[in-house]
């Protein structure tokens, strides 16, 4: 609520929870005389939330230490690929982190969960992309839109109130190659490029939100393109290329876990803010990728190449020069997918198919 007051007394305007405190009603320091005798009324006949009941008074409150934080970091959506290798990453890091189990489309919840932690930052990695893939979407509108929009700006304007920064979890499939930016060329697309592809509900609602989020001044939002990682995680892009035995082969931009998400809480310990392309510089097509995944960890893979489809799809390059600015020991995409290979034969941590004839008979399109 929007509150009246004379301009210039620092009063007027959005409650801003960040700066501002509730009073409690009985405090002997404001002075308020109720006219409880008068009507009748004792204080304990008054219907009023414990919350309000509770509020610490003026004199307390001015003996109390500055405000602490129990943690430096509160994840939500933690039990996801991303999320959990978000977890992973801040334990590397060292990082005092929370993970939240609240749902971010119920309000109530995220806030009493920012109240309870006091973070220092947010990272929401929670969303919907579909199950098993983001066609599921086109069927399951409402509740992508729950998932994919009030509840990312739910995080953005709880954070927003309290005076936190959030960093939320796009996607960079928002284009695709065009006259100006032809395949092969090295023209990426930067984060203020309009974007042309709109080929599914999914894409068009992340669309939405991003046009939304342009209001919020605290929030970093990452756009991530067909995530590469160590793990061999059943939803990483490697893993699903596996199952099919047609491929179609398109240099585009890939956001490899392993060189970025160590860099998430550096990027909002930097205040950064906006859309961010989350990619690994450059580009490399998916026959390379596999090829590198043969010569590297699996000699007896196999695949056959299929016809590239006469419709658009959400592959190019994106400009990473807000990245590499930032931090320009990223590694190309192509020596950065080789050294994920390196580490998954070291690690052992790629099960190959018991059963490969099992395949999905169709393609990566």
């Known amino acids: ?15 801003n929870g960040a700066t501002e405190n509730d009073l409690n009603m009985f405090d002997e320091d404001i002075g308020i005389e109720w006219p409880l005798q008068e009507l009748g009324f004792s204080e304990s006949d008054l219907v009023i939330s414990e919350k309000d009941r509770n509020a610490p008074k003026l004199a307390t409150r001015k003996s109390e230490p500055e405000e602490s934080h129990n943690v430096d970091y509160l994840v939500f959506g933690a039990t996801g690929y991303l999320g959990e290798n978000v977890v992973k990453y801040l334990e590397k890091g060292g990082y005092k982190y929370a993970i939240s189990y609240a749902r971010v489309e119920d309000r109530h919840s995220v806030i009493a969960e920012l109240m309870a932690k006091t973070p220092r ?28 929009i009030a509840g990312q700006l739910i995080i953005a304007e709880a954070c927003a109130e309290r005076g936190i920064h959030c960093t939320l979890f796009g996607t960079g499939s928002l284009y695709c190659y065009d ?3 032809p395949m092969g060329s090295g023209k990426g697309y930067p984060e203020d490029a309009e974007p042309n592809f ?11 939100l991003e046009k939304l989020l342009e209001n919020f001044t605290n929030v970093l939002n990452l756009r991530i393109v067909y995530p590469i990682s160590d793990d061999m995680h059943p ?11 047609k491929i179609m082969s398109v240099p585009t931009s890939f956001t490899v876990v392993d060189d970025l998400f160590p860099l998430i809480p550096k990027m909002a310990e930097k205040g950064m803010t906006g859309p961010v392309n989350f990619t690994n510089p450059g580009v490399v097509d998916h026959d390379t990728i596999l090829t590198i995944f043969r010569d590297t960890v699996d000699p007896s893979c196999s695949w056959e190449l299929a016809e590239p489809g006469s419709g658009k799809r959400p592959n190019c390059e994106l400009d990473t020069t807000k990245m ?4 320009p020991e990223i590694p190309h995409v192509k020596d950065a997918v080789r050294a994920v290979f390196e580490r998954v034969k070291a690690n052992g941590t790629y099960l190959k198919a018991e059963e490969p004839e099992k395949k999905r008979a169709r393609t990566n399109e």
């Open 198 to 208: 709109t080929g599914n509900f999914y894409v068009r609602m992340r669309i939405e």
């Open 324 to 327: 590499t600015s930032e931090f």
């Open 179 to 181: 006259d100006e930016h």
């Open 121 to 148: 930052y947010v990272i929401c990695a929670a969303g919907i992309a579909g199950k098993p893939n983001i066609d599921w979407c086109e069927t399951h509108r409402e509740e992508t839109i729950r998932a994919n």
């Open 1 to 15: 609520a929007t509150r009246k007051s004379e301009p210039g007394t620092g009063q007027e305007g959005p409650f």
């Open 235 to 245: 939803k990483m892009v490697v893993s699903k290329l596996l199952k099919y035995p």
